[in-house]
């Protein structure tokens, strides 16, 4: 005999199926995660973009080449 828990469907699936449950990339705007990374990867672009892809020379000198790389 079974109890309630145990009950299954005429197809075998069980009461408790996740065939009706929407995916997670199409609620993911729901959760905290989703915002911290979107945040988190919009720093990052901003910080690239606003460095010149990051080549920025600490005191404002310029970069020097090394002397054996300059072309006559």
Same mark, same amino acid.
């Given at each position: 005999?079974?109890?309630?828990?145990?009950?299954?469907?005429?197809?075998?699936?069980?009461?408790?199926?996740?065939?009706?449950?929407?995916?997670?990339?199409?609620?993911?705007?729901?959760?905290?995660?989703?915002?911290? !990374?979107?945040?988190?990867?919009?720093? @990052?672009? $901003?910080?690239?973009?606003?460095?010149?892809?990051?080549?920025?020379?600490?005191? !404002?000198?310029?970069?020097?080449?090394? @002397?054996? $790389?300059?072309?006559?």
């Amino acid at each position: 005999m079974m109890n309630n828990t145990e009950h299954l469907h005429p197809n075998g699936e069980s009461h408790h199926s996740h065939h009706g449950e929407t995916p997670y990339w199409r609620r993911a705007h729901h959760d905290w995660r989703f915002w911290f !990374g979107l945040i988190a990867i919009l720093v @990052a672009i $901003s910080v690239y973009v606003g460095t010149n892809d990051l080549s920025m020379v600490p005191s !404002g000198r310029q970069k020097q080449m090394p @002397a054996g $790389s300059r072309v006559p």
